[in-house]
């Protein structure tokens, strides 16, 4: 595939599954010392990364779950957010000033925090409580990240029995990277295509529900407006017929991201209406790509990883025909702000 390195992907994977016994450890660890509620702290696309692991553990588990931008989190006082709470902090760089100022925040109060970062000794790794530092060295995609997440949250819920099917599910998830490298293989043709076809829209909706809100909400910030300076609007589906429909119109460039969720009948209805409405009106579906070697039963909490592999190989595409490179800034860790 154009520009893709598959080893280096696959050997990505290896390292985040060679963690596992390392963050099954700290997860009974953790539950055995007991929290009374969960709380996702972060910035930008750290914090969107954990929005379909909020969205599954509702789903599962009785004990509460929030997230909290990091900057408001220091800043508003939290009745829920307690000595008996449990934070996940992110921040791929480890020095995420907002980030960090949340974890001497939290310290101060007492509160235990988890650290992912992908630097040891940085910031954010020497002040939490526990850091969970990854092997990942220069790689774009929050693939680890999630590897971490599912070993650390779905291992707590199996703790407290609300997942039985953990280890069936952990011991499959060695076959996922593989799985992800045929996701973009299958994707790739339409990705070149859709890339092709809407290089040149300035203006885009992007809609998803569910689990996929939160890819959906990062894809459409931290890519196309932040790494291709493509002025784009994320809605969910379920409030886009509360308003943003009116601002659809036969030319208007609208894409929708589907999954395999309780929310997917949701993300039908707006098929329903904006393929009579817009004639640049996309459709990526997590439903139209085999996963080799995971059980249909986990598919809805990878969804957010089959999406990425979607979605990974139209930036590709969009960086070589707008002949702008994901990596350049105007403003982003360029000027003091």
């Known amino acids: 595939m154009f520009n893709f390195d598959e080893e280096h992907y696959l050997q990505l994977g290896r ?32 914090l969107a990364l954990t929005d ?34 449990l934070v996940i ?25 988890i650290g992912i970062v992908r630097i040891a000794d940085s910031p954010l790794d020497q002040i939490v409580d526990y850091s969970i530092v990854e092997k990942v060295e220069n790689f774009a995609g929050g693939d680890p990240e999630n590897m971490v997440l599912y070993f650390l949250l779905f291992r707590m819920l199996y703790n407290n029995g609300e997942f039985p099917n953990y280890k069936k599910f952990a011991d499959e998830l ?21 890339a092709a076809k809407y290089k040149d829209e300035q203006y885009q909706l992007w809609i998803g529900s569910g689990s996929l809100w939160g890819k959906t909400y ?20 379920p409030e886009y017929f509360h308003g943003t429909l009116e601002i659809v119109e036969d030319d208007t460039c609208v894409v929708l991201l589907r999954g395999e969720d309780e929310t997917r009948v949701i993300c039908d209805r707006v098929e329903n209406f904006t393929k009579q409405h817009s004639s640049k009106f996309t459709v990526f579906d997590t439903k139209d790509y085999v996963t080799e070697g995971i059980s249909d039963e986990f598919r ?23 002949n702008h490179s ?11 702000y």
């Not at 700290?26 to 996702?40: R, S, V, Y």
């Not at 379909?52 to 957010?81: C, D, G, H």
């Open 15 to 46: 390292d985040a599954y060679a963690l596992r016994e390392k963050v099954e450890n700290l997860a009974d660890e953790l539950t055995k010392k007991g929290f009374e509620n969960l709380f996702f702290i972060a910035s930008g696309g750290s």
């Open 326 to 336: 994901l990596d350049i800034r105007r403003y982003y860790r360029v000027l003091e």
């Open 174 to 194: 060695e076959n996922l990277p593989k799985a992800l490298v045929s996701v973009r293989q299958q994707a790739d043709k339409k990705a070149e295509e859709f």
């Open 89 to 113: 902090l992110q921040s791929k760089s480890g020095d995420t000033k907002e980030t960090v100022a949340a974890a001497k925040y939290l310290k101060e109060k007492g509160i235990t925090t």
């Open 52 to 85: 379909t692991f909020e969205y599954i553990w509702r789903t599962k588990s009785k004990i509460p779950v929030y997230s909290e931008m990091a900057a408001e989190a220091v800043l508003k006082e939290n009745k829920q957010l307690n000595e008996r709470s």
């Open 218 to 237: 990062s894809y459409s910030m931290c890519v196309l407006e932040e790494m291709q300076w493509i002025k784009t609007k994320s809605i969910k589906a």
């Open 300 to 322: 809805v909490i990878i969804g957010q990883l089959i999406m990425t592999g979607v979605l990974d190989r139209i930036s590709v595409y969009l960086e070589k025909m707008r």
